[in-house]
Structures are given as structure tokens and as C-alpha cells.
């Protein structure tokens, strides 16, 4: 056919038509492969094919790795928790070590310590405190 060339409307109408067809085969070839896969994954037929039963050994390896991710994001998990706990209980300790510390230094105090021993008998010195140094010759 030339360039030019009179074509009718009838014959570019068969050939829509022929083309329309291929189009439509050729989708619904490909969409019948994917429902089919996804049909197989649904039913477990795929466990069957040849190429899962030759790498099961890789499957299983594959299988316990998951496991283990998951175990280990359990396991970082329960070490926050316990972190979070010794820590929560370190902070209660400090701040009761505090406390029983200044009650200690308000019981042992000069004041409260003269109070309690006055019925003794015991007097605080007036004089200041002597020091006697002895020098050692060699």
C-alpha cells in the first residue's frame, strides 16, 4: 500500500478489531497468571512445586532468622524495662539516703547532743581545745 492509497472504512474497523483482540488475550493471560499465583500462595498448592521443596533447607534458615528478629526486639524491649526499673529504684534509694542523712546530721547535731547528755552531767567545754606536739629528733 502506498502512502496515498484509499483504504476503507471497513477494513481499518477489522483491523481495530484484530488488534483489540491480541490486546485482550494478551491482559488476560497475564492477569490469569497473577490471580493463579495468587490463587496457589491462597491454597498452599506453591508448597508443592519442585523449586520450594529443593530449597526447604533455605526456607527453614530463612524461617529462624525471622524468629530470632523477633525474639530480639522482645528481648531489647524487656532489657529497657529492667533498665528503666533499676533505675527508677536507684533514684527512690538516692532520695531516701538523703533524707535519712539529714535526719542523722539534725539528730547528732551540737545543739540536740548538749540537750541529751545535760541530765548526765556533761557540760560543753568553754576553753578551747589544746594541741600538744611532740618533735621527734632523729
Do not use: C, W
Not at 529497657?80 to 534509694?93: G, P, W
Amino acid at each position: 500500500m502506498s502512502e496515498n492509497e484509499y483504504i476503507s472504512k471497513d477494513v481499518v474497523d477489522e483491523q481495530l478489531a484484530e488488534e483489540l483482540k491480541k490486546n485482550k488475550k494478551s491482559s488476560k493471560s497475564s492477569k490469569s497468571v497473577r490471580s493463579n499465583a495468587f490463587v496457589q500462595i491462597l491454597n498452599g498448592e506453591f508448597l508443592t512445586k519442585e523449586f520450594v521443596l529443593n530449597n526447604l533447607n533455605f526456607i527453614f534458615f530463612i524461617i529462624l532468622l525471622l524468629l530470632l528478629l523477633v525474639g530480639k526486639g522482645y528481648y531489647g524491649k524487656q532489657l529497657a524495662k529492667d533498665a528503666d526499673n533499676a533505675q527508677k529504684e536507684l533514684d527512690e534509694m538516692s532520695a531516701n539516703y538523703v533524707e535519712v542523712k539529714a535526719k542523722l546530721e539534725e539528730e547528732t547535731g551540737r545543739s540536740k547532743l548538749r540537750k541529751r547528755l545535760e541530765y548526765r552531767g556533761l557540760h560543753e567545754t568553754v576553753n578551747p581545745t589544746k594541741v600538744i606536739r611532740i618533735r621527734k629528733e632523729d
